[in-house]
């Protein structure tokens, strides 16, 4: 079973830039042998797919919206995946989450608050 933590959020300012973080643990989870991905759930919305990562970081797909400003990067060794945000827009105050599969339908860890505001 897989365990997923992310981290890096908080409070940003619009046109700005930050890192999430995800670490994937777990008995018997193969982080290089999966395709990850990251959703997010603004409030009152529902949960939004951003991008996913093929198990060797070798094809992506990104939200059209966001594949200008997001790019998701993993780690295997380190089991971390990544997702660098640039150019921050206040309608993407969100919980953000990193999702174990392709897509938003897998196991997803706790997720991470980012509040966009001036």
């Known amino acids: 079973q897989v365990q997923l933590v992310e981290s890096g959020g908080g409070s940003v300012t619009p046109g700005g830039s930050t890192r999430l973080s995800c670490t994937a643990s777990g008995i018997g989870f193969d982080f290089s042998s999966n395709a990850m991905s990251w959703a997010r759930q603004a409030p009152g919305k529902e949960l939004e797919w951003i991008a996913s990562l093929t198990p060797d970081g070798s094809v992506d797909k990104t939200l059209d919206s966001v594949k200008d400003r997001f790019i998701m990067a993993r780690d295997n060794a380190e089991k971390k995946l990544y997702l660098q945000m640039n150019n921050w827009r206040i309608e993407e105050t969100a919980m953000y989450y990193c999702?174990?599969?392709w897509g938003k339908g897998g196991t997803r860890g706790p997720g991470t608050q980012v509040t966009v505001s001036s």
């Open positions: 999702v174990k599969g």
